[in-house]
Structure formats: structure tokens, C-alpha cells
């Protein structure tokens, strides 16, 4: 039973309102004259000592990150112009006397935060706000399919002795540089707040942005590195100016209209205020006890339906993990948490008044999965054709050969099997997998294995003053790789489907979506989702089937047993209510699911079984920030402590207990999952799944395994205690 409460006795209905179209992007176009270049930090060996950005395609460009911080740091300028020339810190100012440095402060977010924030979707701390523009990243303009083109050059660089004004030996550099070229960039609107309510633009306010930036892009000069050698001049045009005088004469004319104008006319005209998110869509306080969809033991999973979803990534994602020094770290998968926001926020916007819709997560209607790697594995050898298929969390009772090292064409199951004995009794050395996916298409199909792909970007914080690197201000980036493909699926119950049933629910959950930690950088975060056809949920799982067969194997073995493969990390409670990941903690969870199961009891010592795993589990911090709201303050919860995703348990039937109630109760498990925050994709589990009865398992890897090797690329991004970004650093 889930219990909510509110402060008043009355439910107060929801109530929608026409909204402002959403404003189009403003067009950015960079005109560059020499050469330039936003230089990686890394070199080829053997071809040059340093290489420069480029896109999927090997065009050069300059990253959202870097255009972000070279027009914050001249509409700052423009700000205090417009301001009377007043101080950055507004010492002794009036907050009147500085509404356009709130303006800018306002569109490009808190330093520190403009990024998107420290964990997945935190919401704003005390006194700092999320950005309200995305910059996206400038591409070269002109036509990509002529392969003959060339957009890049080398250029050679010595340093010369001060003393002996002779050349230094070992100092000579062949760096990469880019060739003259029209880039295009956008910048988009936000359309919802970190709350998910929807900020509504106002013409007015969308011609003083237009008029900040455009003032802001006649100031910059240059872009990239080695500007002090003439390298990087360019102009920077924001609209649809065709050129740099039309710019300035446009912005002349705005600025004399500005000036002349009296202060009334200017708060009318050129409103320096920020838009409000609209309340609209926000959520009520509940009321009454709601009993939870999934509850009761009647059926395992009848009146549920599944719509799969498939993300591919437009641009690098950074799945949140606990940050390691100076390294901001990726998981390889996208969490629930993510995507649950996402998925919601469609569904409420397309049937904003209905409280069931509203209501839909916290009652148990509706269920996000992670979002897991997929790869094309070998398909059966009766279809002979390579398929799609969501990878599956490695079990952690799989190990490999040592002295076969990654060549291994196979892994033993430590469930089933105990590693072969060399002359003298001695086992074979073996390594288990810890990480990574397993992709298997069918019974009959070969199962590969593999993982995504990800990138490394090493960033800086440039001094505006100084021109020179800010201290103790470098990071790395890692995400995930852009052009990848991940799987999840949307669960929802059968008394929200017959609420949606107006909708077609698979263009609703199409779209494109900003995902995962930074996603507000322009750099980082874009995913285009593809939402499939709407099915039910079977009332036990496939693969407790055989193919082609009528009858049902069902998840227990011949003595009762079955395995649990934790298909996403689980969240248990101990006895006390507090953070657990025991098995006596699991094995409580299922008791309260319905499942009446004990652990399989350890073997005697000194038997064959006694070399067999009962338990291979691993724990993984989890962390979060709360929400947005009233009252919320972007500060960190309490750390969790998960059981990791492709954990596995052995477990029998308890004495006494009903066989075919437990089978219902794990059935029911198996679709909508165990522990805390299921919705989000926590506590998927497999149960009793045919691959961990197999001793012995035969591996390939995919055969188009994402990208290969681990990119390193350097760009600025804006820092907390320095000027804002301009350039890049060269390492």
C-alpha cells in the first residue's frame, strides 16, 4: 500500500492553460578567415603533435562548451554596459541598477552550474539557477558527401633559444590546424524548467535575448587556440545577418532605439526579466491511500503492457557515477532515473488534467527500465541474419581463462561448474567478468559479448584576463560515445493504458530528449528516442518457454531450485529499514513479494559441489541529489547502497510452501520487479533463466561492437572561479 499525504482535505483540480508556442532557435553562424582550431590535448604518433575537434564524420568543429563560454564572457560585457558600467558584484548598487547582469546571470546559469549540474537532474541549489539557453555545437557549412574536400592542414612550430636566438633541438611541432570555413550552431530556448513545468517566452523576451547576444557576438574576436599567432580570427553572426555590417548596423539601430528611450519604454520594449516556468503542470500533494498496481497476488502480471524503446545517442551522454578525483566518471547504461522524468513529462504534457496520469509513478502504474547497450548478435542458424538485441548485465558467476585472456571462446558457469584440474590436482586459473553485456537473439542463436563504447575529454578554464589556463581548474570527461543504440522498455498498467487509449503512445514517447549529467551543455546529452508498438505484458516471462513449444518449463529445476539474475542494480532494505544489499535482506524482499524461498544451503566441504558458486554479488554506491519544488534545495540524499546489477542468487522452494503461488509471485516479480524505486529501473530481475543452467558457454564478440579504444579531447568549460571560457587548451 502506498500512503500519501497533503495539507488540505480537498483535492484542487488541475487546471491548463494555452501556452506560448515554443520559440524557435536562434541561428548562430561562425565565419572564420585564417586558420583555427579547438585543439584536443592529444597527438597521432608519427603524424602530427597535436590533433583538433572534430564531428562523427572528421569535419573540424567548435564544441557547444566552447561557444558557451566565449559569448557568456562578452554578454557579461554588454550587461554591464547596459547597466551604467556598474561592477560585476554590484558593491553598492541597487538590484534595479543591475537588472540586465541578472538577465545574462539568468540565460547562462550560475558558474558552476551551467553544465546541468553535479548528479543526474539535481535541481538548483540556494541562490543558483539552471541555464535558460543551449548553445549546440558549430559545424562546418557546406556539403558533407564531397569526400574530397579538405577542411584541415598542418602547420610547423619551433621555439627558439632567448639566450643564442637559435633554433631549441627537440622542439619542433606538427600541429593540426583548420582550414578557413563557415560553421552554423543554434540556440535553443529551454522549454521546461528542472522541475518539468514549461517556461514560457514572451516575444518581448526573446528580442532582448537576440539583442544581448547579437551585441555579445560583435565583441568576439576570436575562437580556439594560438590566437596570439593570428590563428582563430572569425565573426560571429546571431540571427539571419548575412554578414558583419548588416549585424552592427542592425544592433546600432536597436542600441540608439534603446538609448532614446525613456525608462518606461525600455521596461516595455526591452524587458531585462527572466521568464517564469508556468505552474500548470506541477504536482498536487495527494490525499487518499492508493493501493499500488502491482500489489495483490492474483495475477503475476495481468493487465500490464510493455512499449520498448530505443535511444540513439546523437552526441556523447554522461550516465551519472560517483565522481573519483578530478574525473568525472560514466556508467555503461543509462538509469531509469533518467528517462522516468522523460517519459512522464510526454505523457503529462499529451493529457495534462488527468490525475491518473499524474499520479501514474507514485501509484505503481507506470514503470521505466534502464536503458541498456544494444549490438547486432548472430542470429539463429535457421534465419542466418544478424538482429538488434538489448544486452543483458554479464553474471557475475562467469569467469574466463586466464592464460586465455579476452581471446577466450568460452566461459564457465561457477553456478554449474568448477574450473578443470591440471596434473597435481591444481585448478586452471580463471578471472570472472565483472562488467560489460551479454547478447543473445535466441535458443538457438550464438551469444556474444561486449560493451559500449566511451570517450575521454579533458577540459580547462581559460582566464579572460590573462588568456592563460586557470589553476587547478582541469577535469576529464567521461561519456558514453555518440552513435550507440540503448534499449528500454515502459511498462504501464492497464487502467493507464484505458486512460491513454486516445493517444497514439508510440509517436507520444518518439522525440528527441536531453539525458544525463551535463545534458544542458550543448555538448553533451542529445538522444533521439523511437518508441515501438504497444504489447502485452505475458503473464509469465518467454524465456521460461521453449521455442516451438507449447509446454511451460516454468523458472524451478528438478530439485526446486531456481537462479535470481538481477538484470538491473536492486534496492533492499535491511530488518531495521535501512539501506541493505544482504542476501537475508533479499530474501526478505521476496517474502514480502509473495515468494517463499530460502537460500540454497552451502555443500558439504570437500565435495564436488563444494567448488560451486550459491552466491555471486556485488554492491555499487548509488547517490542523488533532491528534487525540485518548493523547499528543495539541490542538496545530496543519503547514500545508497545497491546490489549490483548482474548479481545472481540460487534459491529453493521453502518447505511448505505453495509452488504455484510462489511461481505467480516470482512471474510477477519478473515484470515489474523487487525492492525500492522500480519505477526508475531498480530491482529487474530474471528468474531462472535458461543460460545459468548451462555449464559451459560459447562467446563471440559483436560484430558491430560500437567504436573501439577510448578517445581523449581537450575543450574549456565554465568554471566556478574564473572568467568565462575562451579557447582551449593544448596539452
Not at 138 to 156: F, G, L, P, Y
Not at 272 to 286: G, I, R, T, W, Y
Not at 305 to 322: D, F, G, N, Q
Request: hydrophobic letters at 35%; aromatic letters at 4%.
Amino acid at each position: 500500500m502506498i500512503t500519501t499525504l497533503r495539507a488540505s482535505e480537498e483535492r484542487t483540480p488541475m487546471t491548463h492553460t494555452n501556452r506560448s508556442a515554443q520559440p524557435e532557435a536562434l541561428p548562430i553562424r561562425i565565419q572564420f578567415t585564417t586558420n583555427w582550431g579547438v585543439a584536443t590535448g592529444e597527438g597521432s604518433r608519427g603524424i602530427v603533435n597535436s590533433t583538433v575537434e572534430t564531428d562523427a564524420k572528421g569535419y573540424p568543429l567548435v564544441r557547444a562548451t566552447v561557444l558557451t563560454g566565449i559569448m557568456r564572457e562578452q554578454a557579461e560585457v554588454v550587461a554591464r554596459a547596459l547597466d551604467g558600467g556598474g561592477e560585476p558584484d554590484g558593491a553598492g548598487r541597487d538590484e534595479a541598477a543591475q537588472q540586465w547582469q541578472t538577465f545574462v546571470a539568468g540565460l547562462f546559469g550560475s558558474r558552476g552550474r551551467a553544465a546541468g549540474g553535479s548528479g543526474e537532474d539535481a535541481a538548483p541549489s540556494e541562490g543558483t539557477t539552471a541555464r535558460l539557453l543551449i548553445f549546440g555545437d558549430a559545424k562546418i557549412d557546406k556539403d558533407r558527401e564531397d569526400s574530397n574536400q579538405k577542411c584541415t592542414t598542418e602547420a610547423v612550430s619551433i621555439s627558439i633559444d632567448p639566450e643564442t636566438g637559435s633554433v631549441k633541438n627537440d622542439f619542433f611541432r606538427t600541429i593540426e590546424r583548420a582550414t578557413a570555413n563557415t560553421l552554423t550552431s543554434t540556440v535553443d530556448f529551454m522549454a521546461v524548467d528542472h522541475a518539468g513545468n514549461p517556461i514560457e517566452w514572451t516575444e518581448e523576451q526573446q528580442q532582448a535575448v537576440r539583442f544581448v547576444l547579437s551585441l555579445a557576438a560583435t565583441l568576439v574576436r576570436g575562437i580556439g587556440s594560438d590566437r596570439s599567432a593570428g590563428d582563430g580570427e572569425c565573426t560571429v553572426l546571431v540571427g539571419e545577418h548575412s554578414d558583419e555590417v548588416q549585424q552592427r548596423q542592425w544592433c546600432k539601430k536597436k542600441m540608439e532605439e534603446y538609448l532614446s528611450a525613456s525608462s518606461e519604454e525600455r521596461e516595455k520594449k526591452w524587458p531585462p526579466h527572466l521568464p517564469e516556468a508556468s505552474q500548470d503542470l506541477k504536482a498536487a500533494p495527494l490525499i487518499e491511500t492508493q493501493r499500488d498496481a502491482t500489489h495483490g497476488h492474483d495475477t503475476a502480471s495481468a493487465g500490464f503492457v510493455e512499449i520498448p524503446l530505443t535511444l540513439k545517442l546523437c552526441s556523447p551522454v554522461v550516465s551519472y557515477e560517483v565522481p573519483m578525483s578530478n574525473e568525472v566518471r560514466t556508467l555503461d547504461f543509462l538509469r531509469g532515473t533518467t528517462l522516468l522524468p522523460w517519459v512522464h513529462s510526454r505523457l503529462r504534457a499529451a493529457m495534462p488534467d488527468s490525475e491518473i496520469v499524474r499520479d501514474a509513478a507514485v501509484n505503481g502504474d507506470l514503470f521505466v527500465s534502464d536503458a541498456l547497450f544494444m549490438a547486432k548478435a548472430p542470429g539463429s542458424p535457421s534465419s542466418g541474419e544478424d538482429t538488434p538485441v538489448v544486452g543483458l548485465p554479464a553474471p557475475l558467476c562467469l569467469s574466463r581463462s586466464k592464460a586465455a585472456g579476452d581471446d577466450a571462446d568460452h566461459v564457465l558457469n561457477r553456478l554449474r561448474t568448477a574450473p578443470a584440474k591440471k596434473d597435481g590436482g591444481i585448478p586452471e586459473a580463471h578471472v570472472p567478468l565483472r562488467g560489460g553485456f551479454i547478447f543473445h537473439s535466441g535458443a538457438e542463436a550464438p551469444i556474444s559479448f561486449g560493451a559500449p563504447s566511451t570517450v575521454g575529454r579533458q577540459s580547462n578554464a581559460h582566464n579572460a584576463v590573462t588568456g592563460a589556463t586557470a589553476n587547478a581548474q582541469l577535469f576529464l570527461v567521461r561519456a558514453l560515445a555518440a552513435e550507440q543504440d540503448f534499449g528500454a522498455t515502459v511498462i504501464m498498467s492497464a487502467r493507464l493504458q484505458q486512460e491513454l487509449s486516445s493517444l497514439d503512445l508510440s509517436a507520444v514517447l518518439s522525440g528527441e530528449a536531453r539525458l544525463g549529467t551535463r545534458k544542458l551543455s550543448g555538448t553533451y546529452g542529445q538522444v533521439t528516442c523511437q518508441a515501438g508498438a504497444v504489447r502485452e505484458v505475458p503473464r509469465h516471462p518467454d524465456y521460461w518457454s521453449k521455442p516451438d513449444s507449447d509446454h511451460e518449463d516454468g523458472p524451478w529445476e528438478d530439485d526446486n531450485t531456481t537462479t535470481l539474475w538481477c538484470a538491473s542494480d536492486l534496492l533492499v532494505r535491511s530488518a531495521s529499514l535501512g539501506h541493505g544489499g544482504s542476501v537475508e535482506d533479499i530474501l526478505r524482499a521476496l517474502q514480502d513479494a509473495g515468494a517463499e524461498v530460502d537460500r540454497v544451503e552451502e555443500p558439504r566441504p570437500n565435495t564436488p559441489e563444494d567448488e560451486l558458486f550459491r552466491v555471486s554479488i556485488r554492491h555499487r554506491r548509488v547517490d542523488s541529489w533532491s528534487g525540485g519544488g518548493d523547499g528543495a534545495d539541490g542538496q545530496p540524499r543519503p547514500t545508497r547502497v545497491a546490489v549490483q546489477a548482474g548479481s545472481v542468487l540460487r534459491v529453493k522452494l521453502a518447505p511448505e510452501a505453495d509452488k504455484d503461488q510462489v511461481t505467480e509471485a516470482l512471474a510477477k516479480i519478473a515484470a515489474t520487479g523487487l525492492g525500492d524505486l522500480r519505477a526508475q529501473g531498480y530491482g529487474r530481475i530474471l528468474v531462472g533463466h535458461p543460460l545459468l543452467r548451462e555449464e559451459r558457454i560459447t562467446i563471440t564478440q559483436p560484430p558491430n561492437e560500437a567504436p573501439a579504444g577510448t578517445e581523449a579531447s581537450a575543450d574549456t568549460e565554465d568554471c566556478a572561479d574564473s572568467e568565462a571560457v575562451e579557447g582551449s587548451v593544448e596539452a
